[in-house]
């Protein structure tokens, strides 16, 4: 699987932003999709994920903020990020898990920069 993740760009705080995340091949049945982030100088961070039954997982730093949600039609997961804050500030990555057979994929990371 090849992930393209994009949207990412300049933002001022409190503003939103739509990560997409665009898969070479059907999502459906991919098990588990979500979104990383690595700020600088800091480790990678989970941030939001989606499973095939469509339950979504997120930090608590982005709890009520970001939504994660997909379009298996477009093979497309996106990551919806409002009220954004100077410490969203990062490189998000998306990935995506499967089971049968086992692997795991990540997408080129696209820069989220918040200013304040």
């Known amino acids: 699987v090849q992930l393209q993740a994009y949207g990412g760009g300049l933002v001022q705080t409190g503003g939103s932003l739509t990560l997409s995340c665009e898969a070479s091949?059907?999502?459906?049945?991919?098990?588990?999709m979500g979104w990383y982030r690595q700020a600088p100088g800091k480790q990678r961070e989970l941030v939001a994920t989606l499973t095939i039954s469509g339950s979504t997982r997120y930090s608590d730093s982005v709890k009520g903020r970001f939504t994660v949600s997909r379009d298996d039609a477009k093979n497309t997961m996106y990551l919806q990020m409002n009220s954004l804050e100077p410490d969203d500030t990062a490189v998000y990555y998306c990935?995506?898990?499967?089971?049968?057979?086992?692997?795991?994929?990540w997408g080129q990371g696209t820069q989220v920069t918040v200013s304040s």
């Open positions: 091949r059907n999502i459906f049945s991919i098990d588990v």
């Open positions: 990935t995506a898990v499967t089971f049968s057979p086992g692997g795991t994929y």
